[in-house]
């Protein structure tokens, strides 16, 4: 099959089209035939090994990269299914999370893939299994909103800023986008009532006051998103960082932590605990029209490399794919 394979740490120059022989597939898996798949912040951290400190915790390998096909989430057909495994068959369409995802064909555990809303296409399906759950979590589970609270998403037209939006606004939130000059439409149109242009306004000026601050972006001090919150406001911390640091997002996390005990606002930063009822719940919101992912630009397999250079300048509206068959 082709592939997508990395042997060493770099930029998304080190990638190779080439090909390699399918995974093989255990008694609780499902062999999945790609037909789409995410390009997310989380690749590229892969990809460059980085933030460096990350190799020493074991999750990304640390001489070469752990895992040799890159790639984490996708849609796709159920192509075989191993002995354990009931709820699914061949021929299902299906999302989730993949071991190796640019590829034609990917290993997924049965426990975290569902079906596909059949209102998505494969190219809008891989847009929802990574960025959807972080905004759920984000914005449900973490940052508790309900009805009538007035949330800020920052990086609203980013891959997971434009499904918090949405998620916000089916929960009953006023929500306020903060864009650049060229999304301002693009986030209205997600059910957004306010719209800050960062060009040419600042949400940490302190006239305005949130119960919810998602912060996607990482490009505001502490001290002045405190200042963006209400007295007993939450912000919930989502950024990611730049390829290229040592520490990476882990010091800024730690700054979110000491400081949640220091003073009456909530900071809470953003934990990796991705379940099968979390893909349930967003596939739910998209099958009550209520979630539609937008895509910004597809590349074909061979160009996951480009794509990825393309999610690295930090200018994508909405989320952007592989399209694989």
Not at 185 to 203: K, P
């Amino acid at each position: 099959m082709k592939a997508i394979v990395q042997d060493r740490f770099g930029s998304p120059d080190v990638l190779q089209f080439m090909d390699v022989d399918p995974p093989e597939i255990g008694a609780d898996d499902v062999l999945v035939r790609v037909h789409a798949a995410a390009i997310n912040p989380y690749d590229w951290h892969m990809l460059r090994g980085d933030p460096y400190v990350a190799r020493l915790m074991g999750g990304v390998g640390l001489t070469r990269p752990k895992h040799r096909i890159a790639g984490a989430d996708g849609a796709g057909r159920v192509e075989r299914v191993g002995a354990n495994v009931r709820d699914l068959r061949p021929g299902d369409e299906v999302l989730g999370w993949f071991d190796g995802s640019f590829a034609e064909f990917a290993r997924a555990t049965a426990d975290r893939v569902v079906l596909k809303p059949e209102s998505l296409s494969f190219e809008e399906a891989a847009a929802v299994p990574m960025a959807g759950e972080t905004a759920l979590r984000a914005i449900r589970d973490v940052g508790e909103v309900r009805p009538g609270h007035r949330v800020l998403v920052n990086g609203a037209a980013g891959g997971v800023g434009h499904l918090a939006v949405q998620i916000a606004v089916a929960l009953g939130a006023e929500v306020t986008g903060v864009c650049s000059t060229r999304n301002v439409e693009l986030v209205r149109s997600l059910g957004a009532a306010h719209v800050v242009d960062y060009t040419g306004a600042d949400f940490t000026d302190g006239r305005q006051h949130y119960d919810v601050v998602l912060d996607n972006v990482g490009n505001q001090p502490l001290r002045r998103l405190r200042r963006a919150l209400t007295p007993t406001g939450t912000l919930v911390f989502n950024a990611g960082g730049a390829p290229g640091n040592v520490f990476g997002p882990i010091g800024s996390i730690l700054r979110v932590v000491v400081l949640d005990g220091l003073v009456s606002q909530r900071f809470r930063p953003l934990p990796s605990d991705w379940t099968r009822d979390h893909l349930l719940d967003v596939t739910g919101l998209v099958d009550a029209d209520e979630l539609t992912p937008a895509i910004d630009r597809t590349f074909p397999l061979a160009d996951t490399a480009a794509g990825l250079h393309h999610v690295e300048q930090g200018h994508a509206r909405g989320k952007v794919v592989v399209s694989v068959l």
